[in-house]
């Protein structure tokens, strides 16, 4: 995953971790944990965070999988 630009982009779409997390349902020191890379997002957990910001399947692929799904 590519912790540094799915923060930018959470931060393009105007949240913050805190907001964010609000937002989708889990608690932020699970959200943060997640971003950071401590511990892997669930694919619902993609589709929420995906959905909340704005990514298309595109940015999805890019940040969450490092471009290796078809």
């Excluded at 965070?49 to 940040?63: C, D, K, P, R, Y």
Aim: hydrophobic share 40%; charged share 20%.
């Amino acid at each position: 995953m590519k912790t540094l630009e799915l923060k930018a982009e959470v931060t393009r779409a105007g949240y913050t971790t805190k907001s964010l997390s609000e937002k989708i349902g889990m608690p932020t020191q699970t959200l943060s944990d997640k971003i950071s890379g401590k511990s892997e997002f669930k694919g619902s957990e993609i589709v929420a965070v995906a959905q909340t910001i704005g990514l298309n399947l595109v940015q999805v692929n890019h940040i969450f999988f490092d471009g290796i799904v078809n």
